[in-house]
């Protein structure tokens, strides 16, 4: 894999689980789902959203913890309750004309196999499953949940020219 590989991506597609969080989820005695989400991977999100990449979240968990919290980084094309992740990702790309050959998906299981045999740079977090670890042209350092999103975010704006950088002036 070579840095190359993230300049020409237009569109990243994410999934939640095990991607954006650990894949952990804690539920309370009252039936409530929760999961926790990386700081800086929702300062790459907003980063990527102000830079112009077309952000999918595309999941097959219904939560509307996870829809308000990614509502918040500036994401807005969240699909929730997906069954078949490859179905839809082909009606968007029809929708919004994107090329699969400049999109990056970022999976980590079963549900997201098809979806990201059909994309350009199919990615995936350190600790996926075997599956999608074989089909991944990209498999990040990190863990789902702990700075993966960043990773491959923060590599596809920096080799664009679009990091942020810092806006602190330097001291004499």
């Not at 595309?58 to 829809?67: K, N, P, Q, T, Y």
């Amino acid at each position: 894999m070579i840095l190359r590989d993230f300049q020409h991506i237009q569109t990243v597609v994410l999934d939640v689980d095990g991607v954006l969080t650990d894949g952990t989820i804690l539920v309370t005695e009252e039936g409530h789902q929760l999961r926790t989400f990386h700081v800086r991977d929702g300062f790459a999100i907003q980063a990527a959203v102000q830079a112009g990449i077309l952000l999918l979240v595309i999941s097959g968990g219904r939560s509307a913890g996870v829809e308000k919290r990614l509502r918040g980084l500036g994401v807005a094309h969240i699909h929730l309750g997906v069954a078949d992740k490859k179905t839809l990702l082909l009606q968007l790309c029809e929708q919004f004309s994107i090329d699969l050959k400049c999109t990056l998906y970022m999976g980590d299981d079963m549900p997201d196999l098809e979806a990201m045999s059909i994309i350009g740079l199919p990615a995936c977090p350190k600790d996926a499953a075997e599956e999608i670890k074989a089909i991944s042209r990209y498999q990040s350092p990190f863990a789902g949940g702990q700075g993966a999103v960043r990773d491959i975010l923060e590599k596809v704006l920096k080799t664009q020219g679009k990091w942020p950088t810092s806006t602190i002036p330097k001291s004499n």
